[in-house]
């Protein structure tokens, strides 16, 4: 197989050393950008492409869609419609994916958007206890991811990157990218309440705080804390269930399962599977997701994350943001002034 890589980003390079690692095939690349296709060439020993039509002119097989993630759509419909299989990254657009949907029913091709978090083996680990009832039914979970937005490419000015930008921002990619695993292993949502704020921290025209509530149809409550002016990069999970409590911290990774019964603390470690080849220890969530696509393809079948799945998720931020804008809070200041506290 011939995959065209289009963006040669962070996220591009990533690709193309699963790609590699895995040994998928030939591998080419697109970028506008001159120093991306330079830096790419020189590091992975591919063809680099400065125009669009030349690269499709090579005839690949498969595109993996890595720019910045307002152009996804662009680049996912010329894949649909040319029969070619494509691997989408994180998408924001809403509107034309259910025209995008619609294509890719009358086509035999995989259309596989990005589930990332899918593949951490903490989540898939979590999964199965949740499914084995080791803590009982979930009542509730508090999640906070946050990084500061100038760390996340350290390399490059902040002003420049799409997740500074108003329609792409930070914050908006993090919810997306989080509530795609957070479906998966607590079910549907049924409602929402939200609240965002533009802090004072980045010189960016963006939201960079959230706080979400959101109530599950199973009847449990989950409070999601997403920032991107947290100086430390954090992602940590507790979940209460009838029979026990499990938390998560991400540095750390490791999984701690309290048992109400036993009335005792278990720590949980599954990372000494996924150490080969120098590869660290995250970037094997990434080769797994590309090694599902790769099969997906080889053995003709549909791909584990849907368009229609990615389209729901994009469905429940919109009633995220609508909410953030629309709910009329109760001032509290007004109705203490009378009291002397």
Same mark, same amino acid.
């Given at each position: ?23 998928? !095939? ?18 992975? !020993? ?5 125009? $669009? ?7 690949? %097989? ?15 419909? =010329? ?6 299989? $494509? $691997? ?14 619609? /294509? ?47 760390? *996340?490419?350290? *390399? ?32 549907? /949502?049924?409602?929402?309440? &939200? ?7 980045? %010189?960016?025209?963006?939201?960079? =705080? ?30 209460? !269930?009838?029979?026990?409590? /499990?938390?998560?911290? *991400? ?7 309290? %048992?109400?019964?036993?009335?005792? *603390? ?15 220890? /995250?970037? $094997? ?22 368009? &229609? ?6 469905? =429940? ?25």
């Amino acid at each position: 197989m011939k995959f065209l890589v289009i963006g040669l980003g962070s996220m591009g390079k990533r690709r193309i050393r699963n790609l590699q690692y895995l040994k998928a !095939g030939e591998i080419i690349g697109f970028d506008i950008k001159e120093d991306r296709r330079k830096e790419t060439k020189e590091k992975f !020993g591919i063809d680099v492409f400065s125009n $669009f039509k030349k690269a499709i002119d090579a005839k690949p %097989d498969a595109f993996i869609i890595c720019n910045p993630p307002n152009l996804h759509m662009e680049y996912a419909k =010329i894949a649909a419609e040319n029969d070619i299989h $494509f $691997f989408m990254e994180l998408n924001m657009s809403t509107g034309p994916m259910e025209a995008l949907i619609e /294509i890719c029913k009358k086509k035999d091709i995989v259309a596989a958007p990005s589930s990332t978090m899918r593949f951490h083996p903490s989540i898939r680990l979590m999964k199965t206890l949740f499914e084995s009832n080791r803590i009982g039914k979930i009542v509730a979970f508090t999640y906070h991811s946050g990084q500061y937005l100038p760390d *996340w490419h350290p *390399w490059e000015d902040y002003h420049n990157f799409f997740a500074s930008q108003r329609e792409t921002g930070g914050c908006k990619e993090i919810i997306l990218f989080e509530l795609v695993w957070i479906l998966w292993l607590f079910g549907n /949502i049924e409602k929402v309440l &939200s609240m965002k704020k533009k802090t004072t921290i980045l %010189d960016s025209d963006i939201d960079d =705080i959230y706080q979400i509530l959101l109530q599950f149809k199973n009847g449990s409550i989950g409070h999601l804390l997403v920032d991107v002016v947290s100086r430390i990069s954090t992602r940590n999970l507790t979940v209460v !269930g009838q029979k026990g409590t /499990i938390e998560w911290n *991400w540095i750390d990774d490791v999984i701690k399962l309290y %048992d109400a019964e036993e009335k005792k *603390w278990t720590e949980i470690k599954n990372r000494e599977a996924y150490k080969d080849k120098g590869y660290k220890y /995250i970037e $094997f969530m990434y080769i797994e997701e590309m090694r599902s696509f790769l099969q997906a393809i080889k053995e003709k079948k549909q791909y584990n994350y849907s368009l &229609s799945k990615d389209l729901k998720i994009l469905k =429940i931020f919109e009633a995220i943001e609508k909410n953030s804008t629309n709910q009329k809070y109760i001032t509290i200041q007004k109705r203490c002034d009378k009291y002397n506290f």
